[in-house]
Nanobody, 119 residues
Framework: QVQLVESGGGLVQPGGSLRLSCAASGIIFSIYTMGWYRQAPGKQRELVAVFTSGGNTNYVDSVKGRFAISRDNAKNTVYLQMNSLRPEDTAVYYC?????????????WGQGTQVTVSS
């Protein structure tokens, strides 16, 4: 059974920092692309950052220079370091594990963790 368990969300003041963690089990972690998505109230879920199995990273423009995604394959964990947080970063953040092969797509989600940026 595949499980992705996020942690590290919470309430933080504008300009503050948080680090999200996502611990994966039930998959061969190192071969999956790991991503962080977020969904704010009334908005569609959007991709925040990804870290491919090949070591490439990509970010949505709004978080470039402020957020950093990393992964520890030995711990089956992906992280999202969020700095200089803004109120518009408020959302539920979801961890995603995805692998696309020639015959199937494997796509798993965590339950989400709330991040609230407010004074």
């Amino acid at each position: 059974q595949v499980q992705l368990v996020e942690s590290g969300g919470g309430l933080v003041q504008p300009g503050g920092s948080l680090r999200l963690s996502c611990a994966a089990s039930g998959i061969i972690f190192s071969i999956y692309t790991m991503g962080w998505y977020r969904q704010a109230p009334g908005k569609q879920r959007e991709l925040v950052a990804v870290f491919t199995s090949g070591g490439n990273t990509n970010y949505v423009d709004s978080v470039k220079g402020r957020f950093a995604i990393s992964r520890d394959n030995a711990k089956n964990t992906v992280y999202l370091q969020m700095n200089s947080l803004r109120p518009e970063d408020t959302a539920v953040y979801y961890c995603n594990a995805k692998m696309i092969t020639g015959i199937a797509t494997y796509d798993y989600w965590g339950q989400g963790t709330q991040v609230t940026v407010s004074s």
